[in-house]
């Protein structure tokens, strides 16, 4: 096992654009490795890898939000998942709110979990972060946009 496509066929996955804020800048990256993981307290885990510019912004902020996305915003998820946040601004141009933890909350998302993180694993070349949800959308919008086989569907 297993060549990256074939992995990535196995499972299809929500789509979701994970954000957080440290001191001085806000970034967010396209994800689909999340899952709720606890009722009681409400955990949920996303899954980072190591080389990514939101692994080490998410270990210095202790916090970060899970954005989930609709069918009508695969723009979203390509622009946040193809390039990082090292060398370019995603947010230029974004609008969002902000709830809890001070995560950006992008609009018309199908749902967002506001989280803080209280433990972290590493998986491989992957970091999973577990978050607490202090603040969550109780309504869901539209259609999840979901990812399998490399494509949106
Ligand atoms: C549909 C899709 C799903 C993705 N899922 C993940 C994921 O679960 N974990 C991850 O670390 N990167 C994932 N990526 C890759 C990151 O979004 C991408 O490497 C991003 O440019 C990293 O940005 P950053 O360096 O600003 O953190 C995914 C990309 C796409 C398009």
């Given at each position: ?35 709720q993981?606890?009722?009681n ?21 202790g ?14 998820g ?12 995603k ?63």
């Amino acid at each position: 096992m297993a060549e990256g496509r074939i992995f990535d066929a196995t499972i299809p996955s929500p789509v979701a654009v994970v954000t957080t804020k440290t001191k001085d800048r806000v970034n967010g990256l396209t994800v689909a490795w999340l899952s709720q993981v606890s009722y009681n307290p409400p955990l949920i885990m996303v899954s980072i890898a190591k080389k990514n510019f939101s692994y080490q912004l998410i270990n210095e902020s202790g916090i970060f939000a899970v954005n989930v996305l609709t069918k009508e915003q695969v723009g979203i998820g390509k622009h946040f998942g193809s390039s990082s946040g090292r060398n370019t601004d995603k947010f230029k141009g974004i609008f969002y709110d902000t709830k809890k933890t001070g995560s950006p909350i992008l609009k018309d998302v199908y749902s967002y979990l506001d989280c803080k993180v209280v433990s972290t694993h590493v998986a491989g070349d992957h970091v999973l972060f577990i978050g607490e949800v202090l603040d969550a959308s109780a309504a869901s919008n539209g259609i999840p946009l979901l990812f399998k086989s490399s494509d949106f569907i």
